[in-house]
């Protein structure tokens, strides 16, 4: 089994270039302005969870979800000849609403700052 540190460099290159792959090369419209927020892989490398968002918020998120689906044998292929691992995880996309929440929390607290 793979350790920690393995396993979290593993991630951020994952992270890194599927996100020049979504910039430079996947050319499907569902797919535009989306950003990987987070990729976890499980201990034994089956299975890679990647975290997603996208500008506009969650009105997109099951557009988004399908497209990626639609072409995680091709991400997971190209991904695999660039990320050396022995045998490359399987993808698992996710919507991550964390900048949403956080984009809300910044617009409660400055309305808390405006009525002072």
């Known amino acids: 089994m793979p350790s920690g540190v393995r396993l979290q460099r593993i991630a951020d290159r994952v992270r890194q270039e599927l996100s020049e792959m979504l910039i430079r090369e996947i050319n499907d419209p569902r797919l535009h302005q989306i950003f ?3 990729v976890k892989i499980d ?3 089956a299975f890679a969870d990647v975290y997603v968002s996208a500008i506009e ?5 099951a557009e988004i979800l399908a497209g990626l689906e639609s072409a995680s044998g091709f991400i997971r292929r190209a991904l695999s000849a660039r990320v050396e691992v022995r045998a490359f995880p399987r993808l698992r996309f996710h ?8 984009d809300h929390i910044e617009k ?3 309305g808390l700052r405006d009525k002072k």
């Open 95 to 102: 919507w991550d609403p964390t900048p949403e929440n956080a």
């Open 36 to 38: 990987i927020t987070d």
């Open 43 to 45: 201990r034994e490398l």
């Open 108 to 110: 409660v607290l400055a």
């Open 57 to 61: 918020g969650a009105g997109r998120s």
